[in-house]
């Protein structure tokens, strides 16, 4: 009987649903997987034949994977992803990475960054296509500067002998890191999502 799940199809199958089920809890995620092997097993014993047609008619039966996940998602109860448009995504994006180069703008930048940064921030938790840990997370990231660009200022003026422009924008230039990584995450995770509901 555990033949029937080590077919390569089937094997792709529930690989797939699992990898567009990430955003479930992981007890119901199992509970899932746990449904469908049964079936797919079940299914697969009653047929008269094992072959490959038979296991994409069980699996066609099922519904795409893409299709399992989607419905999995909606029962779940409270808040899911669910996902925005790229240019929305893309918008929130550019606010976390742009916010403190703008800060590097005479006069003004200190007050374009702390605007983009309310705004990302306003714009990432008003989004429904990042959980909770995801927003939590890349929030640390991207107030990280606040306390790393002193840092690094103080680190790089005790090693370089001092405090100059060079020195702080250095420091500026490195705490960016921690944005903009913040912003590859959360893009990954919305192109992710898409896919998982394609």
């Known amino acids: 009987m555990n033949d029937t799940l ?6 792709a199958y529930l690989t797939s649903v699992e990898e567009r089920t990430t955003a479930l809890p992981d ?11 049964e079936h797919i097993e ?12 038979s296991v994409r008619r ?24 669910v996902p925005e448009s790229s240019r929305h995504t893309s918008v929130t994006l550019c606010l976390i990475v742009m916010a403190l180069p703008a800060a590097l703008i005479p006069v003004i930048g200190p007050f374009l960054a702390l605007a983009a940064t309310v705004a990302a921030l306003v714009r990432l938790w008003k989004s429904p296509q990042w959980v909770r840990r995801e927003k939590r997370q890349a929030t640390l990231l991207v107030l990280s500067p606040v ?6 200022a103080v680190v790089l003026s005790v090693a370089l002998g001092g405090l100059t422009p060079i020195t702080l924008m250095t420091a500026l230039l490195a705490a960016m890191c921690l944005p903009v990584a913040a912003a590859i995450r959360l893009g990954r995770s919305a192109a992710r999502l898409r896919q998982q509901l394609r």
């Open 58 to 81: 069980v699996l066609d039966q099922l519904g795409t994977p893409g299709e399992i996940a989607a419905a999995a998602l909606a029962e779940e109860p409270g808040n899911h992803p």
């Open 147 to 152: 306390v790393t660009v002193p840092a690094l």
């Open 42 to 53: 079940v299914a697969l014993a009653d047929s008269d034949t094992f072959d490959e047609n």
């Open 27 to 37: 007890v119901r995620r199992q509970e899932l997987l746990a449904d469908l092997r």
């Open 6 to 11: 080590a077919h390569p199809l089937v094997r």
